[in-house]
């Protein structure tokens, strides 16, 4: 890096409390600390004016004013390539070297106010003339300039003397001057500049030295370095070497502005990639945690439904080993028996189907043209025994016409079957259940309906998700809330559809259609 970081006032970050209209609500140190800064503003300010005014004063006495004049305009130029770093009070410019030059070649009065007028023409490019709070904007451009102009100033005092007190012969007696008025410079910057930062922001100048001081050793060579040389190339070469020194110096710093703000730029979208992928593995943890509340509630469904029907089997066989029965009681146990089976092996087979319907591979359909009617009359006939258990009244078609689909018939029974049984489950002793298959346009159309338990309309949106069991069912039948999943998934399936109705107490409407091609 070619150039130097220089602590500049930049931000105005001050505590609410100074914009604050209604003053009783104000502490009293922060009114104080208020007054305090703008009475320091008030003095910096007229020191930097103090300062141009002398400058111009001086103009006529200048030797050479054209390359004043040009250094001036470099000046200002240098400034609005600087690149401000850290937390927006440090910035890197060129522009402290070329005031310091200009104190090598004019001295120290017109130094201070090249850097003053740099810092004008600084505000002036900053400048948004909309919704501007002028106050505070003149303010800023007071401070800058009196702690710029004074510090260049003060570094061009300490340089004057020192050239006059070692002289100059070798190439180490001219070059401490230049080192002994940069540092002296820097510090006066940084010391001025604490105490606005202090009193506005309420920041410790021991915090700021400590974010800062990084820059300081930079900043001095900078100012050194910078200013000998512009001021010996001058002193060589006239115009041209003007030119020649700090033309390069400008573009170097404007790169560096550009490459600066391409690295901001790209750390942001860097923290919005950050910001994204956290959210990403919230959301998956999110539904990580979905998935270990799902597992659990199956493993609470699966262990308490099949603990019912082995119970009953165990019970059931036991009686039968120990007692002495007639041949109807025997036959009695042995369905029940069957009939706890028959459960046990529904929520396995439920089970090892979601398992399938869940492994993303696509459903394999063996399809074939098959009368639905037919179908659907058989499959209501093999469940007649279930619903004459409960005196349920099953009504169906006896001699249904014919409705042939292309479908996987094995599939659709499963369907059928399922939604047939569940009216059962769910209907009480000696209700009703209908079951009817129609056409509907391209459509057939199966409807199971029931007088029973109903579904709340709460419920009713998740009925088909899985493990979805309506709350008053669990202690009525049992269940593992996975049967209306796998139906649902075999019905669409097949490019189909399926709803359902309800109202609690009342009774359900089950209805799928399937495309007849
Ligand atoms: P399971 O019957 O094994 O609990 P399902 O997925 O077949 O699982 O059904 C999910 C839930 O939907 C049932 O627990 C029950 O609460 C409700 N349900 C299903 N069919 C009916 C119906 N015909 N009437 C009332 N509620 C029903």
Redesign the pocket.
Known sequence: MSFGPEIRYSKWEMSAAIDEPDEKEVPQRQVSLRNTRQFYSAILSVAGLFIVVWGLILFPKYENPSILLLLLFFAIATQSTMTYLVGGNVSVSVSGAISFAVAGLYGPVAAGMAAAIAELGLWLLSLRLKNRDWYHELERLGVNSGIHGVSIFTAGVVFVFFRQVLGSGNFVLDAIPWFIGAIVGDQVNFWLLSIIIFLANGVKPKEVWRENRWAIPMNVLVMSIGGGLITLAVIQFGLLGLAIFVLPIILSAYSFRVTVNNAKKQMEKLEEMVTLRTQALADANHKLEALHKEKDSFLAVLTHDMRTPLTSIRGYGSILRDRELTRDQQTKIAKVILNSQDTLLEIVNNILELEKLQSGVPILLETSSFDLALLVKNTTESLETQALEKNITLNYDQIPSPIIVKADMSKIRRVIL?LIS??L??TPESGLVSVKTEVNGRYAIFVVE?N????PADELPT?FDRY???KG?RHL?I???????IVKSLIEAHNGEISVQ?EENVG?T?TFKLPIN
């Open positions: 399922n569940n009216a489950k769910y029931d029973g338990y109903g579904i009925i979805s069991r309506v069912h039948a269940g593992t809330g996975l049967g209306l999943a309800s359900s089950f």
